[in-house]
């Protein structure tokens, strides 16, 4: 399986499990990713994306979008796209 950077982890919050994440592609519903750094080696599908607190199906370059994740992640990971 193939993987791109799409994205960092600007901060993560671990009373709900949610990761916010700055990207440099489109993500969408559905994608799955792979959140790498050097405490963090998450794989998941991306079940649920918000943006402003509004769920949104996609998200752009640039939009400050976030994620709930199954595992802690960190500021500074880098986030990956799974192509298959």
Do not use: C, F
């Amino acid at each position: 399986m193939q993987e791109h950077p799409i994205g960092r982890v600007t901060h993560y919050y671990n009373h709900i499990g949610v990761a916010t994440l700055l990207l440099t592609e489109p993500l969408k519903i559905g994608d799955r990713v792979h959140i790498k750094g050097t405490e963090t080696d998450l794989e998941q599908s991306v079940l649920s994306m918000q943006i402003d607190r509004q769920s949104v199906h996609e998200a752009k370059p640039g939009d400050p979008v976030a994620i709930k994740v199954t595992d802690p992640v960190h500021e500074h990971d880098v986030v990956y796209l799974e192509e298959p």
